[in-house]
């Protein structure tokens, strides 16, 4: 009976050491996958940490944090390795103390990244800094300037910057003339067309109705040596130079001829190919003829042809004047021209011949001093 009793209580105890060992293995094995796979995820984690870092370009800085990181996983995956062997609870424990220790870590190092970034230089903030330096280093004078360098050739130039209606004007004894300024900063000519001596030239801005006030004022002496040169210039009126369609005309209508033969071959011209353009009743204000445009479309008023004329002639070396004031040929205010000619000045006017010849009536070309009553000489 002993023995029956004896081999039974030999069998339930090595059942329970089976048992048990079954059960302890269980644990560890929990211990070690848990253990791993807290590994494994924090060896991803870790691995994206990394190649965000080599994607920014971290500094140094980050480089040392990694360092630090690593010798705190050391230290962690020793406590790991001691908590082996201890129940589910314990075991639970650390980690969860691994994992915020790790959280911990990652959190420091996302901290010194963003401190790194924003202490990068900031490629558009330098480019915007670069434009800004740029611009300033090119700001504009806008300052009112008048240049008189070409005064004894019989013309000079003003400019000015601004928004509000701008005046030039030229005195010399009791004359007085007045021109419309741009306020685009540009230099626009102007003439001395008076004779020598003493010239006030002012730039006036307005202070509202007809009401100007002074900006800058510069006084001249002119001593031309060749009175007529002031009737070669291009002036805000008679605004030409050699690119344009107009003047390369003139050139190859007269290419060789005497001033005669000049005069007579652009007058021939205008004549016959420019027309008045009676639809045109009224002028805004400041209106300045614009050559090109008259040449381009073949048509024009009183204004427009005597600058047309006056600056072909001008171009191939003829004196000449544009004139205003009032013909017994034509109702209100006219233009016309003066070419220089055989040691005098003669009366030409275009508009009124191109309106005859277009009527079928016959033309000549120089008309009586009788008949035309000056204003103004530019």
């Known amino acids: 009976m002993r023995k029956i009793i004896t081999i039974l209580l030999i069998m339930a105890i090595s ?24 590994i494994e995820a924090s060896g991803k984690l870790e691995q994206n940490i990394m190649g965000k870092e080599e994607e920014n370009k971290t500094i140094e800085q980050d480089e040392k944090a990694n360092a630090t990181e690593m010798n705190e996983v050391q230290k962690e995956d020793k406590l790991v390795d001691q908590t082996k062997g201890n129940n589910s609870n314990g075991t639970e424990l650390n980690k969860k103390s691994v994992q915020a220790n790790k959280e ?28 800004q330096v740029k611009e300033e280093s090119k700001k504009v004078d806008g ?18 910057l601004s928004d509000i209606k701008l005046k030039v004007m030229v005195v010399k004894g009791s004359d007085r003339y007045t021109y419309d300024l741009k306020g685009d900063n540009s ?56 690119s344009m369609a107009a003047i390369k005309k003139a050139k190859s209508l007269t290419k060789g001829l005497s001033d005669q033969k000049k005069i007579d071959k652009i007058y021939n011209y205008i004549v016959n190919n420019i027309r008045y353009d009676s639809s045109i009743t009224k002028l805004p204000s400041g209106y300045i003829p614009n050559i090109n445009t008259t040449y381009s479309s073949k048509k024009g008023i009183c204004y427009d042809f005597a600058s047309l004329f006056a600056a072909m002639l001008r171009s191939v070396g003829v004196p000449t004047k544009l004139i205003k004031g009032e013909s017994s040929n034509v109702e209100g205010y006219h233009a016309w021209n003066e070419v220089y000619i055989n040691g005098k000045w003669r009366i030409v006017d275009t508009s009124y011949d191109s309106q005859l010849k277009a009527g079928g009536y016959s033309i000549s070309k120089y008309k009586s001093s009788k008949e035309y009553f000056k204003s103004k000489q530019y």
């Not at 059942?15 to 807290?38: D, G, K, L, T």
């Not at 202490?119 to 670069?130: G, I, M, R």
């Not at 020598?196 to 307005?206: A, F, V």
């Open 187 to 242: 230099y626009q000519s102007f003439p001395l067309q008076l004779g020598d001596g003493l010239y006030k030239i002012s730039i006036m801005e307005n202070i509202g109705g007809n009401e100007y006030k002074y900006v800058l004022t510069k006084e001249v002496e002119v001593k031309s040596s060749n009175p007529n040169a002031k009737y070669l210039t291009s002036v805000q009126m008679i605004n030409w130079n050699n």
């Open 15 to 38: 059942s329970f050491s089976f048992v048990y060992a079954q059960e302890n293995y269980s644990i560890n094995n929990n211990n070690e996958e848990s253990f791993e796979n807290h």
């Open 104 to 131: 911990k870590t990652i959190n420091v190092k996302t901290e010194k990244k963003k401190e790194s970034s924003s202490t990068k230089p900031n490629n558009s903030t330098k480019e915007n800094t670069a434009v």
């Open 143 to 160: 300052s009112p300037k008048i240049d008189t360098s070409n005064a004894n050739s019989g013309s000079f130039k003003a400019k000015y």
